[in-house]
């Protein structure tokens, strides 16, 4: 690696640690805002649309015994590859 000359002054070297230092201290306040608060109210979100999808797949299946009546769906026929 390149070295600069002159080296930077120990000032210009401790501004830098400082603006890091606040970056960082940023970094973890957002990363602890989506944990306390994005991330449970996506989970929450997300167990809901897969409990209505779950839902819709059900009544979907019923729907279709329903509509095949009594002798339902000849299984063998559909199981086999194309």
Known sequence: ?????????????EEAARSIEAEMALTRRRVRALERRWLPTL???LSAVEQSLELDEQEEGGRLRRALGPAGLDRGEHDRPR
């Open 43 to 45: 989970r929450t979100a």
């Open 1 to 13: 690696m390149p070295r600069s000359w002159p080296p930077p002054s120990l000032a210009v070297v």
